[in-house]
Nanobody, 115 residues
Framework: QVQLVESGGGLVQPGGSLRLSCAAS????????MAWYRQAPGKERELVAG???????NYADSVKGRFTISRDNAKNTVYLQMNTLKPEDTAVYYC?????????WGQGTQVTVSS
C-alpha cells in the first residue's frame, strides 16, 4: 500500500520558517521524482518545488531563494525548508511522487502565515 504522509505544517508569523516532511512507504522511493505543490483557497493547485531521482531541483519563481527542497533516500523522505515566509505562502501543501505513469499524492498539510 502506497502512502505519502506530510507533516510539519502550522501557523507561523511573516518572516518565519517551517520545514515540511513527506514520508513515503510502499514505493521504491529513490527512483521517484518528488515534488511539493500547494493550493490556496479559491486557487488552483500549483507546483512549488520538485526534485528528481538524480537530485535535480526546480522551483516556482515565487519561492526561489526562500524555499529549498531536498530528499533523504535512506529515510524515504522529502523535505521542504521554507524561509522568509509571506502571507501569500498560506495554503495546503501536498507531496507528490511520480515515476512514469505512477502518480501518488499525500493528504496535505496546512501552512498559515499570519501575524
Amino acid at each position: 500500500q502506497v502512502q505519502l504522509v506530510e507533516s510539519g505544517g502550522g501557523l507561523v508569523q511573516p518572516g518565519g520558517s517551517l520545514r515540511l516532511s513527506c514520508a513515503a512507504s510502499g514505493i521504491t522511493f529513490s527512483i521517484y521524482t518528488m515534488a511539493w505543490y500547494r493550493q490556496a483557497p479559491g486557487k488552483e493547485r500549483e507546483l512549488v518545488a520538485g526534485i528528481s531521482s538524480g537530485e535535480t531541483t526546480n522551483y516556482a519563481d515565487s519561492v526561489k531563494g526562500r524555499f529549498t527542497i531536498s530528499r533523504d533516500n535512506a529515510k524515504n523522505t522529502v523535505y521542504l525548508q521554507m524561509n522568509t515566509l509571506k502571507p501569500e505562502d498560506t495554503a495546503v501543501y501536498y507531496c507528490k511522487a511520480s515515476y512514469l505513469i505512477s502518480v501518488r499524492w499525500g493528504q496535505g498539510t496546512q501552512v498559515t502565515v499570519s501575524s
